[in-house]
């Protein structure tokens, strides 16, 4: 069975919480167990795109975990990240694309999700975003807080 990216990425949220995961593999393995076909190269991009990250497991070797940052932590990082990157924003109905330096799309993309959680979806390019949002105001309230950033 195929997962949509959000799909897949609160399915490895729910297994790094559940068991000591050391390896890229042991997702496959997981995942695979659970009828949820995935390659090695894209668990390396979710590994990524969620900041998970390795700390001493309880059985000896390293296990994979979430961060531990608390919300202002992810502020922070987005502000940093949003001045860093930005480049030009334009907003139509729903929908706000951000163009940013090359190759800093992805993390900014994966920021403003953990910022902006009610947000419909958020797609990356290598410098482009693209946010959508539940509704107009919505949009315009996202936009105006990313404004403020810079």
Not at 30 to 44: F, H, K, N, P
Not at 113 to 126: P, R, Y
């Amino acid at each position: 069975m195929y997962l949509r990216k959000e799909e897949r990425q609160k399915l490895i949220k729910s297994l790094v919480k559940q068991y000591e995961l050391s390896k890229q593999e042991d997702f496959v393995d997981y995942l695979d167990r659970q009828g949820v076909e995935v390659t090695q190269a894209t668990i390396s991009r979710d590994i990524k795109e969620l900041d998970l990250i390795k700390v001493p497991g309880t059985k000896g070797g390293y296990r994979y975990t979430l961060p531990s940052f608390g919300q202002h932590d992810f502020v922070a990082k987005l502000k940093k990240a949003f001045k860093d990157a930005y480049l030009s924003m334009d907003i139509m109905d729903k929908f706000i694309t951000i163009k940013t330096v090359p190759g800093s799309a992805h993390s900014l993309g994966n920021l403003i999700e953990k910022n902006f959680e009610d947000l419909f979806s958020v797609i990356t390019s290598d410098e482009t975003a693209l946010l959508i949002a539940h509704s107009k105001e919505e949009a315009e309230m996202v936009k105006d807080t990313l404004i403020s950033y810079l």
